[in-house]
C-alpha cells in the first residue's frame, strides 16, 4: 500500500496501462498483473537502496517490471533485446518509448524493434551488444582426430525454430547421394519424437544419432571430435526466432567449419564463404549441398574453420562484449545517473 498511499497517480497510471493496454489477451494481462505486484515489492527494495537506474535482461518479464518500477519511483531502466519479443511483444512499444537505452544482440534486432515505432526517431537509444564466448574456454585442440567417415555435429533444443528436421531430411540427400558422414545431434525438446520417426523411416539409424541433453561442461569433448557444425536455423509457424545462436559462436570458436541460414542475425556472424556457409532456410537440398562441399574438402573445412575463429576473437569474444557493455553503462553514468 506505500506506493498507493504516497504516489498514487504514479501507481494507479501504471496499473491501468498493463491491464488496460489495447490488444492483449486475457492470458497476458494476468501475466501483466503478476508483473505488477512483482514489481511493486521489488521498488521498495530498490527504493531503499537508492538506486537511480535497473537495467533488465530479455524484453519481455523482466523490462516490465522494469518499468513499472521506474514509473513508481521516477527513475530511469534499459533492457536488453534478446529473442524473445519475435512472439511476444507485451507492453513492447512502452518500453521501447520508456527507456533511457536499449541494447540488441544484433542489428537485426535493432532494425526490427525500430520498425514497430519508424516515427517516433529511437535509433539513438539503441546500442550493439553481441553476445559472445570465451576463446580460451572454446580453444580447439592441438590435433583433431580423424574421422572416416567426417563427423557433423549439431546441438540445440529440438524446437522448430532450429530446424533439425532440415538436417535430418539433408542427411537423406547426403545418405542417397553415396555421400560417406555421420552426423550426430544433441539436444531434447519437442521435436525428438518427430526426428526418431523421420531418421527410422529414412533408414538412417546407422548414420545419424540423437545423444539427448549435453551439458555444457561435455560440450567441448564433442565440439573436439567433430568435422563440421550444422544449425540450419530458420522462422517457426509463429514467428519464432534465433538472435544470433550461441551454439554457433561455440563450434567457430573451435575452429569449426559452421553451416547455418540467413535469417535474422545470422549473417552478422558467419559470412558466406569466408568463415562459414550460408543458405535459404527450410531448404534441405541447398543445405546438403553445402554439407557435402565440407564432407569433401578438408581443404575448405580448414580454411573456414581458421576464420571462424578469427572471427570469434575479433567481435564475439564475451570479454569485449562486457567491455563495451561496461562503457555504455559509463557514458549515462557520466550524465549523473547511478546505476545499478
Sequence with gaps: LYFLLTRPRRYLSTFFLLLTHPGESLHNRLRTFMHFGGAVFLAMQIRRQNIRHIHAHFSVNAATM?????????????????????????????????????????????????????????????????????????????????????????????????????????????????????????????????????????????????????????LRQYLCRADIFALPCQVAQNGDMDGIPVALMEAMAMELPVVSTRISGIPELVTDGHDGLLVEQKDPVALADALQRLLTDPALRHRLGKRARQKIVQSFDVDKSAARLAQIFHRYLNEGVRHG
Excluded at 513508481?72 to 533492457?79: A, E, H, K, M, P
Excluded at 520417426?197 to 539409424?205: N, T
Design 66 to 218: 522494469a518499468l513499472v518500477i521506474a514509473r513508481l519511483l521516477g527513475i530511469s531502466f534499459s533492457f536488453t533485446a534478446h529473442n524473445n519479443f519475435f512472439t511476444d511483444k507485451i507492453v513492447l512499444k512502452e518500453k521501447l518509448r520508456a527507456a533511457k537505452f536499449i541494447l540488441a544482440i544484433s542489428e537485426y534486432n535493432r532494425e526490427y524493434l525500430l520498425k514497430l515505432l519508424p516515427e517516433e526517431g529511437l535509433r539513438d537509444k539503441f546500442h550493439i551488444v553481441h553476445c559472445g564466448v570465451s576463446p580460451a574456454d572454446f580453444c580447439p585442440p592441438a590435433e583433431k582426430p580423424v574421422n572416416n567417415p567426417p563427423l557433423i555435429f549439431s546441438v540445440s533444443h529440438l524446437t522448430e525454430r532450429k530446424g533439425f528436421p532440415v538436417l535430418v531430411e539433408a542427411c537423406r540427400l547426403l545418405s542417397e547421394r553415396g555421400v560417406p558422414f555421420a552426423c550426430l545431434i544433441g539436444g531434447d525438446g519437442a521435436q525428438r519424437p518427430l526426428l526418431e520417426e523421420m531418421i527410422a523411416r529414412y533408414g538412417l539409424q546407422e548414420q545419424v544419432k540423437l545423444l539427448g541433453v549435453i551439458f555444457q561442461e561435455d
